[in-house]
T-cell receptor
Framework: DTGVSQDPRHKITKRGQNVTFRCDPISEHNRLYWYRQTLGQGPEFLTYFQNEAQLEKSRLLSDRFSAERPKGSFSTLEIQRTEQGDSAMYLC???????????????FGQGTRLTVV | GENVEQHPSTLSVQEGDSAVIKCTYSDSASNYFPWYKQELGKRPQLIIDIRSNVGEKKDQRIAVTLNKTAKHFSLHITETQPEDSAVYFCAALGVFGPGTSLSVIP
C-alpha cells in the first residue's frame, strides 16, 4: 500500500490516559499535516511539518497535544491526560511541496477514531 | 492565521441541475486553492484545485473559479448526479472550510 497509513484505526481510552497515534505518509512526501474531525464538521487544522520541522501549530491546540516527526518520515501525535472532548477522528495527510509552491494535493489517511470514555 | 468560510452549508439540487459552492479566505498570501470531496465514512479526496495565476480551471463536469481580489473561489458542478452527493470542503494554507453538504435528488 503506497498511500498514507495511520495506526491504530480505532482507540478507546479512559479519561486521563495518554494516547499516541502514528502516521506513515507517502514515502516521497515532505509535508505532513494533522487534522481533527468531528461529525458534521470540516477537518480542523492541528499542526504541520515540512520534513522534520514543525512549522505551524494551531493556537487552539491545547498543550496536552504534541506531535513529532523525528526523521522527516513517520509522525506521531500524542494526547496527554485525555478528556471526553478529545473524542474525534484524527486525520493525517501528506503532500509533496517544492520550493516556491505553497501547496499541492494532500493525500489523507483513513484516520484514527478516538473515543474517550 | 488563515480563516476559511463556505456557503451554503447545505445544498439540495435536482439531478441534472448545477450546484455552486463559494469559499472565502482571509489571507491574501494564499495562492493554492483546493476542493475536496468527502463521502460518508471515507477520507477527503481532492477533486480539483487552482493556483492564483489562473482565474478558472475545468475538469469535465467540475470547474473552479478564483477571484483573488475579492478573496473567494467557487466550485461549480454541472449536470449533477446522485453520486455527487457528499460533503465538499475548500481549503487555503492548509486550513479547511466547515464544509457544504450536497444532496442530489434523483
Amino acid at each position: 500500500d503506497t498511500g498514507v497509513s495511520q495506526d491504530p484505526r480505532h482507540k478507546i481510552t479512559k479519561r486521563g490516559q495518554n494516547v499516541t497515534f502514528r502516521c506513515d505518509p507517502i514515502s516521497e512526501h515532505n509535508r505532513l499535516y494533522w487534522y481533527r474531525q468531528t461529525l458534521g464538521q470540516g477537518p480542523e487544522f492541528l499542526t504541520y511539518f515540512q520534513n522534520e520541522a514543525q512549522l505551524e501549530k494551531s493556537r487552539l491546540l491545547s498543550d496536552r497535544f504534541s506531535a513529532e516527526r523525528p526523521k522527516g518520515s513517520f509522525s506521531t501525535l500524542e494526547i496527554q491526560r485525555t478528556e471526553q472532548g478529545d473524542s474525534a477522528m484524527y486525520l493525517c495527510a501528506s503532500s509533496l511541496v517544492w520550493q516556491g509552491v505553497q501547496g499541492t494535493e494532500a493525500f489523507f489517511g483513513q484516520g484514527t477514531r478516538l473515543t474517550v470514555v | 492565521g488563515e480563516n476559511v468560510e463556505q456557503h451554503p452549508s447545505t445544498l439540495s439540487v435536482q439531478e441534472g441541475d448545477s450546484a455552486v459552492i463559494k469559499c472565502t479566505y482571509s489571507d491574501s498570501a494564499s495562492n493554492y486553492f483546493p476542493w475536496y470531496k468527502q463521502e460518508l465514512g471515507k477520507r477527503p479526496q481532492l477533486i480539483i484545485d487552482i493556483r492564483s495565476n489562473v482565474g478558472e480551471k475545468k475538469d469535465q463536469r467540475i470547474a473552479v473559479t478564483l477571484n483573488k481580489t475579492a478573496k473567494h473561489f467557487s466550485l461549480h458542478i454541472t449536470e449533477t448526479q446522485p453520486e455527487d452527493s457528499a460533503v465538499y470542503f475548500c481549503a487555503a494554507l492548509g486550513v479547511f472550510g466547515p464544509g457544504t453538504s450536497l444532496s442530489v435528488i434523483p
